[in-house]
């Protein structure tokens, strides 16, 4: 029986996904909750458990084709009765399982996947000149002969791993016999086979060619082109949203932080304190957290639709994070709760997951106030986006030692810059003000957190 598994909601309200890449391929056989697919929303890379277990039948989207909630993603052969052919085809959704994330049908079947054999019909096969060298004449296969060929052993990443290289599992499994291929297996081909290229150059007597000049090249060598989706697209969209819904406001404040340095190293120099990784961004976080509670605009949202204001009794704080797929704020939910630990334990866990693409939807969603750490690429000041639906957003500037007047003299000092941004409908100059100094404050004398509640 064939069964349709369509793209499932994501949640938040997320519309589409794009397929990132494909762990599974026609003729595979599946397990339940075996992973399928990478596919990337606006907000997350997220991996689709198979809702099924049986035999990937056909695939709907392919590799960075973007889908809409709901669409056909994959369809499975799995083993069961057929449908009764009296049932009515007006409501397939009777029979049709929840599509869920991490849910799905029953396993039907028992036993290890067994895998099948792939037939290429009338296609060229891949040829790896090294390794069919060795081979007798006659043994190299002719591109005009069906080929049965068995699917490599490897796991998912490995697989996703050689399809961003370029590299067949086929030609690597003919270097390393029939065993599971492994990550560094699919490397050492790689390198082997550019090095091989290199020589058969070299040996060739043909000497390599000169670069092209940039005005040699074509307009499509001249240019690249890059498609605005995932991440980066709704960044973009959220950002244009705010610059012309919010009327934004910058402060800047210059802010002596040697004291909080020096705290710094002493809780550095604690061995007690080993296992939490305190830095600069963490004192931030909580000073940011403590001033919040005396300036409760900027912990406000702007309702249109209601024509209210509405005043958050904590604080969900948003860290923004540079990554490889685009800038992300993942949530550090009630964060006004944590100590100045589990403040630095919360900001390393969300850098880490940030890192490895795994930030999930609802980790992005909300948030009631955010930081930038536009210090940690050497820059001291600029004036941040607010997220939408938020009022203030705060960037910290790099430290850096600089002549500053200290009791009456010049001294070298630690200093940084903080740039506040909020939304001139919830907060004026005036509270905008006393926040930005109640966060500088507690950076100068550390010890004045004490003061606040």
């Known amino acids: 029986m064939i069964a349709e598994f369509r793209l499932p909601d994501l949640g938040e309200g997320l519309t589409e996904a794009e397929v990132v890449t494909w762990l599974v391929a026609p003729g595979d056989t599946v397990t339940l909750n075996q992973t399928l697919a990478e596919v990337e929303t606006a907000k997350a890379v997220v991996e689709l458990p198979s809702p099924y277990e049986g035999t990937v039948s056909t695939l709907h989207a392919e590799t960075g084709q973007t889908i809409a909630v709901g669409a056909p993603l994959i369809a499975f052969d799995v083993v069961g009765e ?70 490599p052993r490897s796991t998912p990443p490995v697989r996703a791993h050689a399809k961003r290289l370029g590299i067949d599992l086929v030609l690597v499994a003919a270097e390393v016999g029939d065993r599971v291929i492994t990550r560094s297996d699919v490397d050492a081909h790689a390198e082997r086979v550019g090095r091989a290229g290199a020589t ?54 210059t802010v002596d932080v040697t004291a909080t340095m020096d705290l710094l190293s002493s809780l550095r120099d604690d061995r007690a304190l080993s296992a939490h990784r305190i830095g600069p961004l963490t004192v931030v976080a909580k000073a940011v957290c403590l001033a919040l509670g005396r300036t409760p605009g900027l912990n406000s949202r702007w309702d249109e639709a209601a024509g ?73 000041a600029g004036t941040p986006i607010l997220p939408p639906g938020q009022s203030g957003i705060l960037a910290v500037g790099a430290v850096r030692r600089q002549p500053w007047e200290h009791h009456g003299e010049i001294a070298l000092r630690q200093m940084m810059t903080l740039s506040l941004s909020f939304d001139h409908r919830l907060v004026d100059g005036a509270e905008g003000a006393r926040f930005l100094k109640g966060v500088a404050d507690i950076l100068e004398e550390p010890g004045r957190a004490m003061l606040f509640r």
């Open 82 to 151: 057929e449908p009764d052919a009296s049932a009515s085809a007006s409501d397939p959704a009777e029979k049709a399982p929840p599509n869920l994330v991490g849910y799905g049908a029953a396993p039907t079947s028992a036993g290890r996947p067994a895998r099948r054999a792939r037939r290429i019909a009338g296609t060229p096969v891949p040829v790896d000149t090294a390794v069919l060298e060795a081979a007798p004449h006659d043994a190299t296969p002719s591109a005009a002969v069906d080929v049965v060929i068995e699917r």
């Open 308 to 380: 209210e204001i509405v005043q958050h009794h904590y604080v969900d704080l948003g860290i923004a994070a540079a990554t490889d797929r685009g800038l992300i704020v993942p949530m550090i939910r009630d964060a006004e709760r944590l100590t100045l630990l589990g403040m630095a334990d919360a900001v390393r866990s969300l850098a880490e997951v940030a890192r490895s693409g795994k930030t999930s939807p609802a980790e992005l969603a909300g948030g009631t106030f955010s930081i930038s750490n536009i210090g940690v690429f050497g820059v001291d």
């Open 200 to 253: 058969v150059h070299e040996t060739s007597g043909i000497p390599a060619a000169a670069p092209s000049s940039p005005a040699a090249l074509g307009d499509a060598e001249r240019e690249t082109r890059i498609p605005i989706r995932g991440v980066r697209k709704h960044t973009a969209a959220a950002m244009v949203q705010s610059a012309f819904t919010a009327p934004h406001v910058t402060v800047f404040h």
